[in-house]
């Protein structure tokens, strides 16, 4: 049965790097991607970007420059840091495999200055 | 960027109605089209994946249709517990986009 769950700080500071962590049961990472999406408080949905199985990513072009999508496959964990945060980045922030049928709880992640 | 416009945002319906939720997408993106369930604090379930295969588990009250640009989703006999928000994806091609959501209410 796949499981997936992200942990993250909760509040960080404008400016700031957030560090958002999936750790993934039930599959392998090294066979599966993970994505990232998050959603705003009252917005809709934002897919972030993906890794994939052979550790390859594609960004979405809006974040690219500030996203980085990475993995320990020995701990099946992957990470998601992103820089130069603002307020409108505070969101729940969720991993899903590949096919984007399970899904962890989220997290929520609170910019503020 | 492919834009998924969702429709309705909201709807109020009664236990045994049938529902239809849309989605239409800015260009074609061959039948790659998911529907999925959300409940608040709950994590997003995925009901319908390609246009119209139900996903293991979930009732057949649950269907899916569309093709090119304009799909649908329809709940049969709406019971207690399909009250929720409901989104559309398209993985047709990066970025993914999603629906905005139709939160389906009991009138």
């Known amino acids: 049965q796949v499981q997936m769950k992200e942990t993250g700080p909760g509040l960080v500071q404008t400016t700031q790097t957030l560090s958002v962590t999936c750790t993934v049961s039930?599959?392998?990472?090294?066979?599966?991607?993970v994505h990232w999406v998050r959603q705003a408080p009252g917005k809709g949905l934002e897919w972030m970007g993906i890794?994939?199985?052979?550790?390859?990513?594609n960004y979405n072009s809006a974040l690219k420059s500030r996203l980085s999508i990475s993995r320990d496959t020995s701990k099946s964990q992957v990470f998601l840091t992103m820089n130069s945060l603002q307020t409108d980045d505070t969101a729940v922030y969720y991993c899903?495999?590949?096919?984007?049928?399970?899904w962890g709880q989220g997290v929520m992640v609170t910019v503020s200055s | 960027d492919i834009q998924m416009t969702q429709s309705p945002s909201f709807l109020s319906a009664s236990v045994g109605d049938r529902v239809t939720i849309n989605c239409k997408a800015s260009?074609?993106?061959?039948?790659?089209l998911n529907w999925y369930q959300q409940k608040l604090g709950e994590a997003p379930k995925r009901l319908i994946y390609?246009?119209?295969n139900l996903q293991t588990g979930i009732p057949s009250r649950f269907s899916g249709s569309g093709s090119g640009t304009d799909y649908t989703l329809t709940i049969s006999s709406l019971q207690p517990e399909d009250f929720a928000t409901y989104f559309c994806?398209?993985?047709?091609?990066?970025?993914?986009?999603f629906g905005s959501g139709t939160k389906l209410e009991i009138k």
């Open positions: 899903a495999e590949t096919m984007v049928t399970d």
């Open positions: 890794i994939w199985g052979d550790g390859s990513t």
């Open positions: 390609n246009t119209n």
């Open positions: 260009q074609n993106i061959n039948k790659y």
């Open positions: 039930g599959f392998s990472l090294t066979s599966y991607g």
């Open positions: 994806l398209q993985h047709n091609s990066f970025p993914l986009t």
